[in-house]
């Protein structure tokens, strides 16, 4: 049981790490206008 738990773990902080990653190579295709509007637009 304990196996299958440590392995799903392991499955499951590998999704984040591409998440994270392919969220950083999107914002490094970002324009500063782009960025700009992202920001006024969340509120931040």
Do not use: P
């Not at 994270?20 to 931040?44: C, F, H, P």
């Amino acid at each position: 049981m304990l196996k299958n738990v440590q392995s799903a773990l392991q499955v499951e902080n590998r999704v984040k790490q591409m998440q994270v990653t392919m969220l950083i190579r999107l914002r490094n295709l970002l324009t500063d206008e782009q960025i700009e509007y992202l920001r006024s637009a969340s509120g931040d």
